[in-house]
């Protein structure tokens, strides 16, 4: 993969940013021609207009649009900051879905593979302070067995079909912020921070990487939230002590913030001495530790249990393109709720919320874009899908590595993330199998050797219960997804608490955190039953109350995130109505009955 980036761009007091954000003009390539064509060498052909961040789809009043399969172009003139002449000047993309082709002027600079993690490219010989330059991205939403999400193009009567097996429309486009930006020549490029507590002490192990840096000395100065040094160092790594440390914690999102300087010369080797200072980058440090012991999830030493939801990056209208009003409405229904915590169900979610959830102190699993590697479901159907999961024209060796690439990149965007305290690998996989254990096997390697500092799991199926699970083995954290009540036992919560209450005294035995990380049943808002009725909103609340009292006599469950936190979207489907309708909020985020019956469980204060 080309151009994979790390650190977001910054204003600094040595660098600068711009937002490429607004009106694209917007061409679909039904015909795959562009490239041919070579359609980034001048203005775009049948031109619309497309707003970014979006996802394109739901935007246009056309079918054509909505379920277009294939390559759109994205195109649009900046003007490079006319302040900007010497710097180095990177074009960065917080991500394009699924993958990209980018082009400054007639020169290709960068692509991509993956929807949801940031590329960027050094575009310096390219620009010149003051010029415009003009911007073309080629994004695709194809997916095959050999991208994650995987799926696949059938060819049919009526032509090439898309089909994929997760259970939430293929939306896509440019979903997130693009930036131009400006940095110092030499620059750090990369800060991986590692915080550690012993009693009142805090303690931050920082390691800086940088670039055409030579001669130049690192120094380190950590700052609290008023301002104040209260730590600092030199060297390109190096431990950062804090007496009285004001840790975060759930529900206390406290940050210091970090400035990793590169400096010309170090000015009496005390690491706060008067160089130049050439670059500087700041990083948001939250002081807290995570840990699993025997059955517990510990957070700064103290249990934790998990309220909260699965939740999706779905929007009407915008689709997965990231909305600040929504940022803050999702976070103050959350507040509301009692929720301390979500899952970034099944993509990588923007560096915004991850953001957010720092600075208000709510606790993150963090899941890569690995969902529907599995041939047993589709779109919440059980079944076969007519393909075997692992084999070498299926999810393969190939598939792996993308998989792999995946995980790294989501480790390196977010390993800095105080709110992130595991990783999920994946959602749902076939994990009942031999060629399922093969497959993950290495992918727990390549997690744990990103990030030796977090817990690392990934989300059971209910079609590999306790005891046929192969994959569970790996894992730090036990995550189970199960709909007793709904897509089992439907309408008899009696049979399913029994049922249910059996499989996880089964998971307890294994002598690892359990966290029900989905559980929920669809419900029509405004629909009653004085009887227990699937898709009634009282069903939904009985659904809930069922799941929680299973959940009270496990000791070694730590966590519940219902399914889901809002109605969303999906492909067309027989047990789809107008999308998902598992959400406890309607999709324009109106609560349905079980959201009160949530907030009194949740809310020790409601
Ligand atoms: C699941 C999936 C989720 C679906 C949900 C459902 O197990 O992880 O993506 O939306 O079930 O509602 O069927």
Not at 94 to 109: I, L, Y
Not at 147 to 175: C, K, M, S
Not at 197 to 217: F, H, I, P, S
Request: charged share 25%; net charge negative.
């Amino acid at each position: 993969t080309k151009g994979h980036a790390v650190l977001r761009p910054q204003d600094s007091s040595t660098r600068e940013r711009k937002r490429l954000d607004g009106l694209w003009a917007f061409s679909l390539d039904p015909e795959a021609e562009g490239r041919t064509a070579r359609w980034w060498a001048g203005r775009l052909p049948h031109a619309s207009e497309m707003a970014v961040p979006a996802s394109y789809n739901d935007i246009a009043a056309d079918a054509a649009v909505r379920d277009h399969l294939g390559e759109v172009w994205y195109q649009r003139t900046v003007r490079v900051p006319r302040g900007w002449a010497g710097q180095r000047v990177v074009l960065h993309f917080e991500s394009a879905t699924h993958r990209a082709t980018v082009w400054v002027d007639d020169t290709e600079v960068m692509s991509h593979e993956g929807g949801y993690t940031p590329f960027e490219a050094d575009i310096t010989g390219l620009v010149s302070a003051g010029e415009e330059i003009r911007v073309t991205a080629c994004v695709d939403n194809t997916l095959s067995f050999q991208t994650i999400p995987p799926g696949v193009v059938e060819d049919t009567p009526a032509g090439p079909r898309q089909r994929y097996w997760h259970d939430f429309f293929n939306y896509a486009g440019l979903h997130r912020s693009i930036w131009l930006s400006a940095t110092p020549h030499a620059h750090t490029d990369d800060v991986t921070v590692v915080t550690g507590l012993d009693g009142l002490t805090g303690t931050v192990d920082y390691t800086a990487t940088t670039v055409g840096a030579d001669g130049l000395g690192v120094r380190a100065v950590l700052r609290d939230a008023d301002g104040h040094e209260v730590a600092s160092g030199s060297g390109a790594s190096g431990r950062l002590t804090v007496a009285d440390v004001h840790r975060w914690a759930p529900g206390d999102g406290y940050l210091y913030d970090l400035e990793v300087q590169l400096v010309e010369h170090d000015g009496g080797g005390d690491g706060d001495g008067g160089g130049t200072v050439v670059d500087s980058y700041h990083q948001s440090v939250g002081i807290r530790t995570v840990e699993v012991r025997g059955t517990q999830f510990l957070i700064n030493s103290e249990p934790f249990h998990f309220t909260g939801f699965g939740k999706h990056e779905d929007i009407p209208v915008i689709g997965k393109g990231h909305d600040d009003g929504y940022l803050v409405h999702d976070f103050a229904l959350m507040e509301w709720i009692g929720a301390n915590s979500f899952r970034t169900s099944h993509y990588p979610y923007s560096e915004d919320v991850l953001d957010y959830a720092d600075r208000h102190g709510i606790v993150v699993i963090d899941e890569t874009a690995a969902v529907g590697l599995n041939m047993g479901l589709g779109g919440g159907i059980f079944g076969s899908q007519g393909y075997q999961t692992y084999s070498p024209d299926t999810v393969n060796d190939e598939t792996r590595a993308v998989h792999a690439q995946a995980i790294r990149e989501l480790v390196a965007r977010d390993k800095n993330h105080p709110c992130v305290v595991v990783w999920s690998i994946a959602n749902e996989p076939e994990s009942d199998t031999e060629g399922a254990e093969d497959y993950f096997r290495p992918l727990f390697d390549v997690a744990r050797e990103a990030d030796p500092t977090r817990p690392v799991g990934f989300v059971n199926v209910m079609l590999a219960p306790h005891g046929k699970c192969r994959v569970s083995q790996f894992a730090d954290v036990l995550m189970l997804n199960r709909y007793y009540g709904w897509y089992v036992n439907t309408g008899d919560l009696a049979a399913a608490e029994t049922a249910w209450l059996d499989e996880l005294q089964g998971w307890a035995t294994e002598g690892k955190p359990i966290i029900v990380t989905e559980y929920g049943a669809d419900t029509l808002p405004g629909l009653h039953s004085l009887t227990p009725q699937p898709w009634s909103e009282e069903y939904q609340v009985a659904y809930l109350d069922m799941n929680h009292r299973v959940f009270d006599r496990v000791d070694a469950v730590v966590g519940e995130h219902v399914w889901n936190f809002a109605d969303f979207a999906t492909t067309s489907g027989i047990m789809r109505v107008d999308g998902n309708k598992k959400g406890v909020f309607t999709r324009d985020r109106k609560p349905k009955a079980a959201a009160f019956a949530l907030r009194r469980r949740w809310r020790k204060d409601s």
